[in-house]
């Protein structure tokens, strides 16, 4: 690393060609050992390195400043802009983020997360440029995948009308996390491989001049590119659009772009995930019922649904990264009589938030959410937290929401949903594990059950009213401790978040009922609860355990929980102080 | 009306092209008689009379299925489909609604409202069809201005990878409430003025075969289109292009189809509307403030906003129909340096739910929402109510929320946001007063203030809370029956529903706390105040006065109020039962 560690942001001015191309593949390794060590975008970094030298050298951060989409492709950026000393830390509590963040440093000049913001991000802040009479390039830098997401055609939309100039690098290595779909990449896949006339005219009509690079991951070529780009800018907006190879550089990588696209770090535990459980439960269901369709947003593998996509092609749909594209066909194919579960992650089922109130909800369609990375999701950091849903959810009228004890019962809610004929949201964590035994009772709507009934006499009762595996661990955890003291509480698994089992609620006798949720405290699950019991006139006391009024930065999940308010020694600490 | 009154449904199709001319103009009088009665969107269906009838009379429904985008141009389609008898009672109570509604008869497939949702509606329901072995035709009727939004480019983009037929008829008017803008629509257009090729190339990409209507205001080429799209819809997606004339058929309507968008009943009060003040407010700050800029998603005028758009046109950008986008680019303009205020109606909002999370309050960026049309709106029923917003905005961190008590404290609370360096939500009614005297002071962050104090001596002490002008005029109505009776209560104007104004609450010797909003209760202002009162320990008993949780259909504000769970009687009777 004899390059990279002398690297000063400005010095790569200076370098040689052949200079560059060592700081390449100095560059490539570091991401690669560093990901194999930390987690983290491997892939799509990997094939992005040639194009982010190139574009260091050309433009003069910080002063231009470029907005990556996504993010995924950052590190090289993020090693070239003083951060390589640093990059150690990548995705570790209080260390380099996986992600753009303008707290990091002041050469990202936008925080990105989610798919398709970099090309408005890029109108805005060039628009700020003009107005404020500054002189400076504004980049967005996008990958194929994202470029099917429908804000990124409003953007296109609007350059014209906001008449300002940036330029779009379109990094198309053909992959989102998935092999990327749909009619407007054929339009772009048209334009790489010859038949360029119509397309480039397309990209005119929004007012963009086309530049197109054949191999994105050759340095030569990418600095000449990057130079001509510069210089066309002066005259209006630009794409440029570079051919790259995801994985560019690792074997394994390159041959398996889908598995390398996030990675674990090498010796992570390898739990069965609920997402697992999700596509065998869906597989088994879907045999039996012909209606049953699975839609998801370019995250099939992820979220356990290659099996499905396999053995029921007609019925699996991944449209690309078009979240709310996704919540309308979920609910037109329910208007149709089909039975639709769209498959998501918490965080980014954010973007369907109006289809699923207008659409989905308003309608009172049956289609079930299925939603994954719920509550802390960890190294990812603010914008992948997907610790809203409960409270974004819970205000949409129609719409029930589970929150299984643990992976069986995830397999019981889905045999729930198919005879169940409205909205049904159904959120869980990524990891899973498999806790109590289960009875045989099925699942009714609003009922929650006992896990632990305290065996108490002459003493105050406490309940402790749990949603969702991970609240469920602290619980237990908790009382394990109370009752090594001899001390003792009730479980509840508080599976219905919405409608709470409020005859459970009118009926309990407990002096004392704390709640735990994997989520923001407001307009979640303890402040439905606290709302129901006051409305019953419940004389009890009630705590809350939640996640407070801050977005959750990167670090582990166990530790997060407790950092922001969900600390199994803070409940058992508050049982004891209301018991002793 | 002699032929319109005796039509069924299956009649039409033994009609003669005459009789058919006759109808057109039999419907173009209703729908401009019943509008100018009940209100409602009248050059929009004006202009899609003749396309409606020659789809009515080609195709066969309900077993072929239309989803109407928006809606705003299915009036003719409702007449047409055996409502017409009961058309009079058009966006009242329990009458027609203004909106396809799937409840109101079996002709409607697909309830809309948003924008953009009818071509993946139409998708979905196609798919569903193939898979059930059904045979109809589907079709999205869009206007030309919805077609910017970015949902429908996911739509299209998504169509091949469904594999399904659908017919696309895109209603060019030129016009969504202002004139259509944008790339996508410089694409269209040039396909209708001639340029042809390059722009039928890119519809064919997305798996679509173009049909051109010259005059679709023509039913003689109406009805020949119709018939051909028909035929080809067998080989694949058709995309029927027409031409017409928004606000066909009524001089003042063609001259003036942004006036004549959505009107009101005819002899309707002129109040001050908020939307004139927010104009004059934002006028006066820019004035002052270079770095002032508005966005808006289409809907200037209606909001208030051409006098800004006159005076700073360098300064104020209306995207289209592309919410999610406008949000991006006030967050990247604040990235920039630049004091963005993003006007839109609290229902449209919905759609940037992700954006604001992720782009405006991760990266705290003091941009200013102004979210006008918040609460019950009225006779645009379920789709159009904008309850939601104290809700989905009170889970977000680092925004803050206010409400002003009338259009006076507007203007106060748009000269606090100047100098408000975080994201700021400022939500309020369409029509709008001065109720009361405003002193000199300036708003202060997460203040109330009284509005009246309550003159009691050894009796309990009542204290109302009462967000926004609506409410607080209902708490003032049942303080002046209170006083009638010799009862007193305090009234305070909780400008702040977040942050809630703690200092208050913990002083508060009230031993009753009243919480009045123009929101749902589940995660709103009521139930933030509960949770504050409760974790600050006071005795206090409290009741919230807020909508239940159902999607609440269209009618008359104050009786939709009243029905829904704030109604100044039951408020009165509950202060009244404490205090006697």
């Known amino acids: 690393m004899s390059i990279l560690k002398k690297l000063t942001p400005k010095g790569i001015k200076q370098y040689t060609k052949s200079q560059l191309n060592v700081l390449c593949d100095e560059l490539r390794a570091t991401i690669h050992d560093t990901v194999m060590r930390c987690g983290g975008h491997l892939a799509s970094n990997l094939g992005s390195v040639e194009s982010t030298v190139a574009m260091f050298y050309v433009f003069d951060f910080p002063n231009d400043k470029v907005v990556f989409d996504v993010g995924h492709q950052c590190y090289p950026y993020k090693l070239l802009s003083g951060r390589a000393d640093k990059f150690s830390t990548l995705r570790q509590a209080g260390g380099i983020s996986g992600f753009p963040k303008r707290t990091e440093s002041e050469y990202d000049a936008y925080d990105t997360g989610h798919a398709g913001t970099s090309v408005s991000a890029a109108i805005g802040l060039a628009k700020a440029r003009d107005l404020k009479g500054e002189e400076r390039a504004v980049i967005a830098y996008i990958g194929d995948g994202s470029f099917n997401n429908g804000l990124v055609y409003e953007a296109l939309n609007s350059l014209k009308i906001l008449d300002t100039k940036i330029l779009i690098v379109l990094n198309d290595n053909g992959m989102s996390i998935s092999p990327t779909v749909g009619g407007m990449y054929d339009i772009i896949t048209e334009i790489k491989t010859g038949d360029k006339a119509e397309g480039i005219r397309l990209l005119e009509s929004f007012g963009l001049t086309y530049v197109g690079v054949k191999n994105g991951n050759d340095l030569d070529e990418m600095l000449d590119a990057m130079s001509q780009a510069k210089e066309m800018l002066k005259n209006g907006s630009v794409l440029l659009h570079i051919a790259t190879k995801k994985g560019k550089g690792y074997e394994f990588s390159e041959d398996h772009?889908?598995?390398?696209?996030?990675?674990?770090?090498?010796?992570?535990?390898?739990?069965?995930?609920?997402?697992?459980?999700l596509g065998e439960s869906l597989c088994a269901l879907a045999a039996k019922n012909p209606n049953i369709t699975v839609v998801s947003a370019a995250m099939k593998e992820a979220l356990g649904l290659s099996e499905f996509f396999e053995k029921y092609p007609e019925r699996a749909f991944d449209v690309g990264i078009c979240e709310e594209n996704a919540a309308v066909?979920?609910?037109?194919?329910?208007?149709?009589?089909?039975?639709?579960?769209?498959?998501?992650?918490?965080?980014?089922?954010?973007?369907?938030?109006?289809?699923?109130?207008?659409?989905?909800?308003?309608?009172?369609?049956?289609?079930?959410?299925?939603?994954?990375?719920?509550?802390?999701?960890?190294?990812?950091?603010?914008?992948?937290?997907?610790?809203?849903?409960?409270?974004?959810?819970?205000?949409?009228?129609?719409?029930?929401?589970?929150?299984?004890?643990?992976?069986?019962?995830?397999?019981?809610?889905?045999?729930?949903?198919?005879?169940?004929?409205?909205?049904?949201?159904?959120?869980?964590?990524?990891?899973?594990?498999?806790?109590?035994?289960?009875?045989?009772?099925?699942?009714?709507?609003?009922?929650?059950?006992?896990?632990?009934?305290?065996?108490?006499?002459?003493?105050?009762?406490v309940t402790v009213l749990a949603a969702g595996e991970r609240c469920i661990i602290l619980a237990m955890k908790a009382l394990k401790e109370l009752q090594a003291e001899g001390l003792d509480c009730d479980i509840v698994n508080a599976r219905f978040i919405k409608p709470l089992d409020e005859e459970f609620l009118q009926n309990t006798d407990s002096k004392y009922v704390v709640t735990l949720e994997d989520n923001v405290f407001n307009g979640g699950f303890g402040s439905a609860v606290t709302n129901a019991l006051l409305r019953l006139q419940k004389g009890c006391k009630i705590k809350n355990f939640a996640y407070r009024d801050e977005f959750i930065h990167q670090g582990n999940v166990g530790a997060l929980q407790s950092e922001y308010g969900v600390d199994w020694q803070e409940i058992k600490a508050y049982i004891k102080s209301v018991l002793v």
């Open 257 to 277: 772009p889908t598995n390398t696209h996030g990675v674990p770090p090498v010796g992570s535990p390898k739990d069965k995930e609920y997402s697992e459980v």
């Open 329 to 461: 066909l979920c609910a037109s194919m329910a208007a149709g009589g089909l039975k639709p579960y769209y498959t998501i992650y918490s965080t980014f089922l954010q973007r369907a938030f109006d289809e699923i109130i207008h659409d989905v909800c308003a309608q009172n369609m049956p289609v079930t959410f299925c939603i994954d990375r719920a509550g802390i999701s960890g190294a990812d950091g603010e914008t992948h937290q997907g610790v809203f849903d409960l409270s974004y959810l819970s205000l949409i009228p129609n719409l029930a929401i589970a929150t299984p004890k643990d992976t069986v019962e995830l397999t019981k809610l889905l045999e729930f949903s198919e005879t169940y004929n409205h909205p049904l949201a159904i959120r869980y964590p990524r990891a899973g594990r498999v806790i109590f035994p289960t009875d045989d009772k099925p699942i009714e709507l609003g009922k929650w059950e006992y896990l632990h009934k305290a065996n108490v006499e002459n003493s105050a009762k």
